[in-house]
């Protein structure tokens, strides 16, 4: 509101107290589930690269090994993840979609140890409510695969599929039904950079996984599972050849990658990659740490890509 030429006077519209309701007026209702997962999807999923984000780290807790994610409008039009991981069996698939579903903890306790990526069980839900949401699924015990469709928060088709082992997701039509987000959005090519972005983070802390990502016919990404200096000149180009190993461990945290030398600094944190138990982060007090240990001047940020591992139990 602030940003608005009136937007004083409309903030001090809405600071007026409620109107006092009648003798035995209700103001407290339960919200709409639809309402409830659509709010929930503000928070999960702001634009295509957090929605490709989440399916590829689902794919990634299922074991995959090869994921492919294709876009069409900057994924606005178009999200597909493709994965060879271990799949669902149907009864899985027909429970995935639902709010807080989810296969990576049962106990509040198990929050404590969580070592997989998504584990709230929000991400398809919250996708479901503002998209077109298809699920092709499955497990290697099932002589077929399944699939499931979801429109507006609705199961709208559950049948069988001739999906091979392991899972695809595809989301059509993102915020199609709120178009003032979509007017908050960037271009297609900027919605697919910011994809790509994300992806080559992912790639950065998961060596072991190929990785490929086109939008339309032009392929943006194509990795191959291989030694971590390869993975990082794949994914970093030249840069890749100036940076210096770093193998330390404490016994209990351990700290690997490579660090820029001295010369290599940037004015941005763009090449500052980071992972704490293979999950990419950004994390501002690791980029100051390393830059401090670096001997940085202020305004300079290092280039390094370093996995960090320790306790389960010690990371929030």
């Known amino acids: 509101l602030a940003a608005r030429p009136d937007g004083i006077r409309q903030a001090a519209l809405l600071a007026r107290p409620l109107r006092p309701p009648g003798a035995g007026t209700r103001m407290i209702r339960l919200l709409d589930e639809l309402v409830v997962n659509r709010i929930a999807a503000g928070e999960v999923v702001d634009r295509p690269a957090s929605a490709a984000k989440e399916l590829v780290d689902n794919a990634l807790d299922a074991g995959a090994r090869r994921v492919r994610v294709k876009l069409e409008g900057g994924g606005l039009d178009l999200i597909s993840v493709e994965d060879d991981g271990c799949g669902m069996v149907a009864e899985d698939l027909r429970l995935a979609w639902l709010r807080h579903a989810t296969s990576k903890m049962v106990r509040f306790e198990d929050l404590a140890h969580v070592g997989t990526y998504g584990f709230r069980g929000e991400a398809l839900s919250s996708l479901a ?23 507006g928060g609705n199961l ?4 069988p599929s001739g999906w091979p082992r392991g899972t695809r997701v595809e989301v059509r039509g993102l915020f199609a039904g709120i178009p003032v987000r979509r007017r908050f959005l960037g271009s297609a090519q900027a919605e697919a950079q910011r994809v790509l972005t994300a992806l080559v983070r992912q790639a950065l802390a998961r060596r072991a996984v190929e990785f490929k990502l086109s939008h339309g016919d032009r ?10 200096k390869a993975r990082v000149r794949d994914l970093l180009g030249r840069v890749a050849d100036g940076l210096v190993p770093v193998d330390w461990t404490d016994g209990r945290v351990t700290v ?11 004015g941005r944190a763009d090449m500052a990659h980071f992972s704490v138990n293979r999950r990419p982060i950004q994390a501002g007090v690791l980029v100051r740490g390393v830059a401090h240990g670096l001997g940085l001047p202020p305004g300079r940020h290092p280039i390094c890509v370093l996995e960090v591992t320790l306790p389960l139990e010690e990371v929030d």
């Open 256 to 266: 690997t990658g490579f660090v820029g030398g001295p010369g290599t600094d940037r």
């Open 129 to 151: 409510s503002v998209a077109e949401l298809r699920i092709d699924s499955r497990h290697a015990s099932e002589p077929e695969g399944h699939a499931v469709v979801v429109h």
């Open 219 to 228: 392929e943006l990404l194509s990795t191959h599972a291989g030694e971590r």
């Open 156 to 159: 709208v088709s559950d049948m």
